[in-house]
């Protein structure tokens, strides 16, 4: 079930009514029927699947609690290892045999690995992380572990995040679960008026870009010059649209249960280096990769060179996280190195002018400060055409034939566009609709638009609020694209 459809709203729309008719005791399960429900759309066998890991991790957790030395060990370690290696199955089985199969080319050895012909299932990326946070944590007395399995299954399967995040840790969930909540109609609201912003991002945006996008990178060396330039920039600004709009809907959905999702986007694309950049965009995936991988390895308390591998280990990471191909390891792997080589060039520009490297007050103003999130953002876009391309040939293919023709700006610029199909009626709802993306988040940079709209008179809030609806069903009836998945299903 596609948050972007109706049978979400109804469905949506029952379980909010049922969740607040009911007694607080028993809401929990309402959450939990409306999780199975909502997962049991993706696939009979993908439910059980989930149900398998969910129990095994329960009882691990509840068996390790009590238990000391190799017994802890075991209780730990094989719901860990079912969970990761579940994971590892169905996402990197075929691409770690084809890897190993080249490998062994390169030596004159043929070897033919068997192929499994298995979609992994939805969110498995997301839910498995969700689990190791939760063993790792009971195992090591973060937390106690949940008694009620009822309530921890529907931690695990909480359907708004689910299928694509965010990664919600175990101890805020499980407070707001217990927390008494009393229906505010103030914060219902507010709920809906986030998923309002989601679906704008994602329907109004995303979804019309992807046409574009998908007709450029589908088959990339069919065009060359700024189609390329332009498919790789509207790309940038898809999978924002795409993964930050579906956050916001997630957000609002658990809110409409009296939950605080966990926040997921802080306008990424002002960040002014990467490192910034890796702080505001997937914040729940970046963080636990932060506190389960990167600390756990020393973090930035060790020398520089172990620093160096620290960080390119959990960028290489992250990158296979989203997908088995090299596209994806590249991708993660110009994160991790630029972060590095940003880290020892603020270092050295800090002893230079006699700065303590750890001080963290200095921070980039004006002109200085534009031209770096003007670099970040170039280099963002260079990266995530390696994140899109099907190959690394044919991401090597767009970063080197995207200036061919540039010498005559004009025709570059206008053949471009002609060739992916944008007219000038296009180019200019274009135009508008990234100013008002680029002006929403730049005011709400400093504080949430929605909160500033709250403090205007009633009068002027439901005027603006019309106009705004009004202008998406308009945009949506003469520019909407057909209602796609998210992109961050696929992993």
């Known amino acids: 079930m596609l948050f972007n459809s109706l049978a979400f709203a109804v469905f949506m729309t029952i379980v909010f009514m049922l969740y607040w008719l009911m007694p607080e005791r028993f809401r929990y399960l309402v959450i939990l029927v409306a999780n199975c429900y909502f997962y049991l759309g993706f696939g009979v066998q993908n439910f059980v699947l989930l149900a398998c890991v969910i129990l095994a991790s329960y009882v691990g957790a509840r068996l390790l609690e009590g238990s000391c030395g190799i017994r802890k060990k075991l209780c730990f370690g094989l719901p860990f290892a079912l969970a990761l290696g579940l994971l590892l199955v169905f996402k990197y089985y075929n691409f770690l045999g084809n890897t190993a199969a080249n490998l ?51 931690y695990v399967s909480f359907f708004p995040q689910i299928a694509s995040g965010p990664i919600e840790r175990p101890e805020p969930f499980f407070v707001e679960l217990e927390r008494e909540k009393v229906f505010s109609c103030e914060r219902a609201e507010d709920a809906v008026k986030l998923m309002a912003v989601g679906f704008f991002k994602k329907m109004i945006v995303a979804d019309m870009l992807s046409g574009y996008v998908t007709k450029v990178f589908s088959d990339v060396t069919a065009y060359d010059g ?68 990167y600390i756990p390895l020393g973090g930035s308390r060790v020398g520089s060179l172990r620093y160096a591998c620290n960080i390119m280990i959990t960028f290489i990471v992250s990158g296979l996280w989203h997908g088995a191909n090299l596209t994806f390891i590249v991708w993660g792997a110009l994160h991790g190195a630029v972060q590095v080589l940003e880290t020892f060039a603020h270092n050295a520009w800090a002893r230079l002018h006699g700065r303590d490297p750890k001080d963290k007050t200095y921070r980039k103003k004006g002109v200085a400060r534009i031209i770096s999130i003007v670099l970040v953002f170039c280099f963002a876009t260079v990266a995530w055409v390696f994140f899109e391309a ?102």
């Open 104 to 154: 062994l080319s390169l030596c004159s050895i043929h070897f033919t690995p068997a192929v499994l012909k298995l979609a992994a299932p939805v969110g498995i990326s997301f839910y498995t992380f969700k689990i190791i946070s939760y063993m790792v944590d009971v195992y090591k007395g973060k937390i106690k572990a949940q008694r009620n399995f009822a309530k921890y299954a529907a």
């Open 390 to 491: 099907n190959s690394l040939g044919d991401a090597v293919y767009v970063l080197g034939n995207m200036w061919s023709g540039i010498t005559s700006p004009v025709s570059y610029i206008k053949g471009g566009l002609q060739s992916i199909g944008i007219n000038s009626g296009m180019l200019l709802h274009l135009v508008i609709v990234f100013g008002m993306l680029f002006i929403y988040d730049f005011l709400s940079y400093r504080r949430p638009v929605l909160e500033r709209i709250k403090k205007l008179p009633k009068a002027v809030r439901w005027i603006i609020y019309v106009i705004v609806v009004d202008l998406m069903v308009i945009w949506f009836l003469q520019y909407g694209a057909d209602s796609s998945s998210f992109v961050y299903f696929e992993f």
């Open 226 to 293: 700024f189609a390329l330039m332009a498919a790789a920039f509207l790309f940038s600004i898809q999978i924002y649209c795409d993964f930050a709009g579906y956050s916001d809907i997630a957000n609002g959905a658990a809110g409409l249960l009296g939950f605080d999702g966990a926040r997921n986007f802080e306008y990424p694309y002002f960040s002014a280096s990467v490192k910034e950049f890796w702080s505001r965009w997937h914040i729940s995936l970046s963080s636990w990769l932060r506190d389960y991988i």
